[in-house]
């Protein structure tokens, strides 16, 4: 299984960010995936999630400011990020839902007043 999230960077407060997620070594179109974070002391949390036919189902701080999406041909999930705030500064990653053990190396995101 490899999980490669990028699209991180730095931005400014108010703006935006689109995340992508290669996935590959399993079955990715009959698979529920999810965008999770960890800021810096703190747990991961789950903040997007989608099912394998696409629908979306948006978790946590961010629900109302993301929108999930996924390209079952390319293997592809992302995470469009608006109205971006400090707090959503975090390392980024994609994962299955549930999560497996098998993380990648994530995207860190970091928001600038």
């Known amino acids: 299984v490899q999980l490669q999230a990028s699209g991180g960077g730095l931005v400014q407060l108010g703006g935006s960010l689109r995340l992508s997620c290669r996935a590959s070594?399993?079955?990715?179109?009959?698979?529920?995936m999810g965008w999770y974070r960890q800021a810096l002391g703190k747990q991961r949390e789950l903040v997007a999630r989608t099912t394998s036919a696409g629908v979306a189902i948006p978790r946590g701080s961010l629900k109302g400011r993301s929108t999930i999406s996924r390209d079952n041909r390319l293997g592809m999930v992302f995470l469009q990020m608006n109205s971006l705030k400090s707090e959503d500064t975090a390392v980024y990653y994609c994962?299955?839902?549930?999560?497996?053990?098998?993380w990648g190396q994530g995207t860190q995101v970091t928001v600038s007043s």
């Open positions: 070594g399993f079955d990715f179109s009959t698979t529920d």
């Open positions: 994962n299955t839902w549930p999560s497996s053990s098998l």
